[in-house]
């Protein structure tokens, strides 16, 4: 049973459309484990602006800080590419498993909250929303993806991430990633 959810896993991680990030696939509507259709990004534009060179990680901002500098430091020197004046850094925590978080490109802070997905996120530079475990056109159905998690939708409030919507919302990790 676990090799099948690893080469399930791998399938959707090396398939087209797999494993992707700020995708701008459209996000399928509502399935049966998910009652309600997720947010627009553009009903949740930036408010803050991105203005000269982007700062250096603050580490000790964040408990995880030190622990993942290295990924930290390289995700940072991309330039923002959320809400405006924010970069989301993602990376591996074990199959089927990422870790998300938010470092402010104008100060170099991170977010003391960090975000669990099994199928990545998605989000854009022009808005605040960010969609953990987003579901597309094509994905298998939620209710027979074993490695498959719940959408939810978050806005960003240059601080931390707020629950958009109905839930459930199982992706708030606290500040230990």
């Known amino acids: 049973m676990r090799i099948l959810v690893f080469i399930l896993a791998l399938t959707l991680l090396f398939s087209p459309g797999g494993g992707r990030q700020n995708s701008q696939t459209p996000v399928r509507a509502a399935s049966p484990v998910q009652k309600t259709a997720l947010p627009d990004f553009a009903d949740y534009p930036s408010t803050e602006m991105f203005i000269g060179r ?3 990680v603050l580490l000790d ?3 995880y800080g030190r622990t993942y500098r290295t990924r930290l430091r390289d995700g940072a020197r991309t330039g923002p590419n959320f809400a405006g004046a924010f ?3 993602v990376w591996g925590c074990g199959s089927s498993c990422q870790v998300g978080v938010v470092i402010n490109a104008n100060t170099g802070a991170l977010s003391v909250q960090s975000l669990r997905t099994t199928n990545g996120v998605e989000y854009r530079r022009e808005s605040r929303l960010l969609i953990a475990d987003p579901v597309h056109v094509g994905d298998p159905p939620l209710d027979t993806c074993a490695v498959c998690g719940v959408p939810a939708a978050y806005e960003w409030t240059g601080a931390r991430f707020e629950p958009v919507g109905i839930g459930p919302h199982p992706h708030l990790a606290g500040d230990r990633p």
Do not use: L, Y
């Open 61 to 63: 901002s964040a408990r």
């Open 54 to 56: 982007v700062a250096p």
């Open 87 to 89: 970069t989301v850094v």
